[in-house]
């Protein structure tokens, strides 16, 4: 069964910075993109990072680029999300996320990802 399995959130102060990991199970990482993917109060999904372990590949949404890193260790099937600089727009459920297939490291649709983890809160206070 596929799990992905998000932890590293929490409540951070405007300017800081927090690494999200995602334990991934099920798949593995050289057949698919890996992604973060939020959801901030009010607004829908939005991809903010993807990588492709196969290639080390790399795309991230405009706000976040310079920001936000995406890097998975292949040897403990985990992906994670290094946060920098932080600002309170970034408060939001943020879900590791899996694509079957990818031909290229993209920012995704929400209804495109095959695989979903529950989430976790990130919070930024000004």
């Known amino acids: 069964e596929v799990q992905l399995a998000e932890s590293g959130g929490g409540l951070v102060q405007a300017g800081g910075s927090l690494k999200l990991s995602c334990a991934v199970s099920?798949?593995?990482?050289?057949?698919?993109?890996l992604n973060w993917v939020r959801q901030a109060p009010g607004k829908g999904r939005e991809g903010v990072a993807c990588i492709i372990p196969r290639n080390g590949e790399t795309e991230y949404a405009d706000s976040v680029k310079g920001r936000f890193i995406i890097s998975t260790d292949y040897a403990r099937n985990m992906v994670y999300l290094q946060m920098n600089r932080l600002q309170p727009e970034d408060t939001a459920v943020y879900y590791c996320a899996a694509v079957g297939r990818p031909a290229a490291a993209v920012i995704f649709r929400p209804h495109e990802y095959d695989y979903w983890g529950r989430g976790i809160q990130v919070t930024v206070s000004s």
């Open positions: 099920g798949i593995s990482l050289d057949n698919y993109a």
